[in-house]
């Protein structure tokens, strides 16, 4: 695992997510309540999970609305055993970083 600049500081909005591509994968990371990153793709049909409506540390894939905790990367309805890899966010000084 290494450690990549992904962002500059405060470039996700409070309460919002953004997409990045890091290593040719699309990363998610939240800004709420700290930051939080997932694979930024859907496993239902390939949806962009970046700018889902978040609840609390719910998002809502904005296609088909399957739900999965930013936190742990669990789809949280339909399929229970389906797990989105997440991974380390760290908010330094020089922008956001996550171990990938
Ligand atoms: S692509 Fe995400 S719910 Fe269908």
């Given at each position: 695992m290494v450690w990549k600049k992904v962002a500059k500081k405060d470039s996700i909005a409070s309460g919002k997510g953004r997409e990045f591509t890091v290593d040719d994968k699309k990363i998610a990371i939240f800004n709420q309540n700290g930051y939080h990153a997932i694979d930024g793709i859907c496993v239902h049909q390939d949806g962009h999970i970046a700018p889902g409506k978040l609840?609390?540390?719910?998002?809502?894939?904005?296609?088909?609305?399957?739900?999965?905790?930013?936190?742990?990367?669990?789809?949280?309805?339909?399929?229970?055993?389906?797990?989105?890899q997440t991974y380390k966010v760290e908010a330094r000084q020089d922008g956001i970083y996550i171990d990938i």
């Amino acid at each position: 695992m290494v450690w990549k600049k992904v962002a500059k500081k405060d470039s996700i909005a409070s309460g919002k997510g953004r997409e990045f591509t890091v290593d040719d994968k699309k990363i998610a990371i939240f800004n709420q309540n700290g930051y939080h990153a997932i694979d930024g793709i859907c496993v239902h049909q390939d949806g962009h999970i970046a700018p889902g409506k978040l609840d609390g540390d719910i998002v809502e894939c904005p296609l088909h609305l399957w739900h999965y905790n930013i936190k742990t990367g669990e789809l949280i309805d339909y399929l229970k055993d389906v797990k989105m890899q997440t991974y380390k966010v760290e908010a330094r000084q020089d922008g956001i970083y996550i171990d990938i």
